[in-house]
T-cell receptor
């Protein structure tokens, strides 16, 4: 079962930062936070993951609170191509990924 | 690096018919997964293979669904007979090892009428 809570939908203006929140209040010490996104008619695409520290890659930044009970995915300069469903998943390495219903992000021109 | 290949892209069948989906994972990826995604929901794991052995098939409806990965590379997922509620996108994913992130294919959209 999914152990995360995300808003159902969000809008973001093109060129602005998109901040997608995720609550995972029951996360265990050995569970990582992963983010995937799914663009219409495609399979989910890996974005980023982290354990405790904030992480950044070419796609996004992941900010994890000190108590690890929530996190935020940041897309620094959203484009129309970032319109997708974003999934926040907590997972023990080696276990399967449980996908919830995610956040539907719409980037508005 | 070539991605995960799936075919067909779309399939429409009548209920009680049979259907098969094919997946070719990324070369060298030992772990392969089949997921079912019903419209409006997140993907749900059906079965996980490690090389040619089944690791987890606890959520596979075994009375009608079957899957195999005979040589530890390609995999097929079969539904026989299909029901209306099997209408979904069937996604294949692979990873270098079970601890890694997954790479998904584009999926096969099945419509049962």
């Amino acid at each position: 079962d999914a152990k995360t809570t995300q808003p159902t939908s969000m809008d973001c203006a093109e060129g602005r930062a998109a901040n997608l929140p995720c609550n995972h209040s029951t996360i265990s010490g050995n569970e990582y936070v992963y983010w995937y996104r799914q663009i219409h008619s495609q399979g989910p695409q890996y974005i980023i993951h982290g354990l405790k520290n904030n992480e950044t890659n070419e796609m996004a930044s992941l900010i994890i609170t000190e108590d690890r009970k929530s996190s935020t995915l940041i897309l620094p300069h959203a484009t129309l191509r970032d319109t997708a469903v974003y999934y926040c998943i907590v997972r023990v390495v080696g276990n399967q990924f449980y996908f919830g219903t995610g956040t539907s992000l719409t980037v508005i021109p | 690096e070539a991605g995960v290949a799936q075919s067909p892209r779309y399939k429409i069948i009548e209920k009680r018919q049979s259907v098969a989906f094919w997946c070719n994972p990324i070369s060298g990826h030992a772990t392969l997964y089949w997921y079912q995604q019903i419209l409006g929901q997140g993907p749900k794991l059906l079965i996980q293979f490690q090389n040619n052995g089944v690791v987890d098939d606890s959520q596979l409806p075994k009375d009608r669904f079957s899957a195999e990965r005979l040589k530890g590379v390609d995999s097929t997922l079969k539904i026989q007979p299909a029901k209306l509620e099997d209408s979904a996108v069937y996604l294949c994913a692979s990873s270098l090892e079970s601890s890694g992130g997954y790479t998904f294919g584009s999926g096969t959209r099945l419509t049962v009428v």
